[in-house]
T-cell receptor, first 113, second 116 residues
């Protein structure tokens, strides 16, 4: 079945550091890929998405490229801020699965001054 | 911005008791979902609901679970007889009609269920 694996946290960075959160997936079809973010006390929010191979999703300085050859969708940001501290979830939606999402475990990011 | 509201934020119950987790989806949404996350594990799909019936459910969603949209605004998840392993964060989500690729899926902030 479908699955998503993402790096374990917590990840602790200093402000303005470069961020990478790794995500790899297994799917039978041609999934759409997503990153969701959960800020403290809030719900999951869509951060960015990509629907086909080589697409790059981007939002708020974050970006991720859909790499079919490595089945990866790593999240990157060139310069993190304290306000980026949150839990980040990688997810996929298989074309044949309607809008059901398969999530990874989430990676907590802490950004310090 | 519209939001999905879940109550309570934290529910503590004794094993074997019934619990009802409540969600108020965004008013014009037509598709509704429950997900859960056991501590340290993945967020797991439980059930999707459309047109007043379950459209898909996972293996987790056994006879102990049920969902209901009793009054056109609330969307509830009932666990009939809770077990210790039901302890988790439960997320409700809703979606606009015609959404493609989940970009219109909105999640609530979750209910942390603790079964003692």
């Amino acid at each position: 079945g479908d699955s998503v694996t993402q790096m374990e946290g917590p990840v602790t960075l200093s402000e303005e550091a470069f961020l990478t959160i790794n995500c790899t997936y297994t799917a039978t079809g041609y999934p759409s890929l997503f990153w969701y973010v959960q800020y403290p006390g809030e719900g999951l929010q869509l951060l960015l998405k990509a629907t086909k191979a080589d697409d790059k999703g981007s939002n708020k300085g974050f970006e991720a490229t859909y790499r079919k050859e490595t089945t990866s969708f790593h999240l990157e940001k060139g310069s993190v801020q304290v306000s980026d501290s949150a839990v980040y979830f990688c997810a996929l939606s298989d074309q044949g699965g309607g809008n059901k999402l398969t999530f990874g475990t989430g990676t907590q990011l802490k950004v310090e001054l | 911005e519209p939001e999905v509201t879940q109550t309570p934020s934290h529910q503590v119950t004794q094993m074997g008791q019934e619990v009802i987790l409540r969600c108020v989806p965004i008013s014009n949404h037509l598709y509704f979902y429950w997900y859960r996350q056991i501590l340290g594990q993945k967020v797991e799909f439980l059930v999707s609901f459309y047109n007043n019936e379950i459209s898909e459910k996972s293996e987790i969603f056994d006879d102990q679970f049920s969902v209901e949209r009793p009054d056109g605004s609330n969307f509830t998840l009932k666990i009939r007889s809770t077990k210790l392993e039901d302890s988790a964060m439960y997320f409700c989500a809703s979606e606009t009609p015609g959404a493609v690729g989940n970009e219109k899926l909105f999640f609530g902030s979750g209910t942390q269920l603790s079964v003692l």
